[in-house]
Nanobody
């Protein structure tokens, strides 16, 4: 099951960045896909998850209103991609961001598969 994150980098506070997760067709068909992050010295946390064909979206309180998760358009190039648009970035958003399969309960949790991470640094 392939999950490959990209798009990280250095951005100033208040800026924006868009992360991409390239997933296999199998992953997109059978799993909810989401984003997790791990800041230095902190536990990994689930921040967003998009569920199935209904495309129901969920966010952690820490990013709600600033981040938007979406699936790519139904084109051959884009349909197996999940995006995370991050706006109004803060220094505390600095972390390694991972795309992964996800579920939603009291928190957003991983359901077994991880992609590699991409580093986001928010600093002036």
């Amino acid at each position: 099951l392939q999950l490959q994150a990209s798009g990280g980098g250095l951005v100033q506070p208040g800026g924006s960045l868009r992360l991409s997760c390239a997933a296999s067709e199998f992953a997109m068909a059978y799993y909810a896909i989401g984003w997790f992050r791990q800041a230095p010295g902190k536990e990994r946390e689930g921040i967003s998850c998009i569920l199935g064909s209904a495309r129901s979206t969920h966010y952690a309180d820490s990013v709600k209103g600033r981040f938007t998760i979406s699936r790519g358009k139904n084109t051959s190039r884009d349909k197996n991609t999940v995006y995370l648009q991050m706006n109004s970035l803060k220094p505390e958003d600095t972390a390694v961001y991972y795309c992964a399969t996800c579920g939603v309960g009291d928190i957003i949790y991983n359901t077994g598969y991880w992609g590699q991470g991409t580093l986001v640094t928010v600093s002036s």
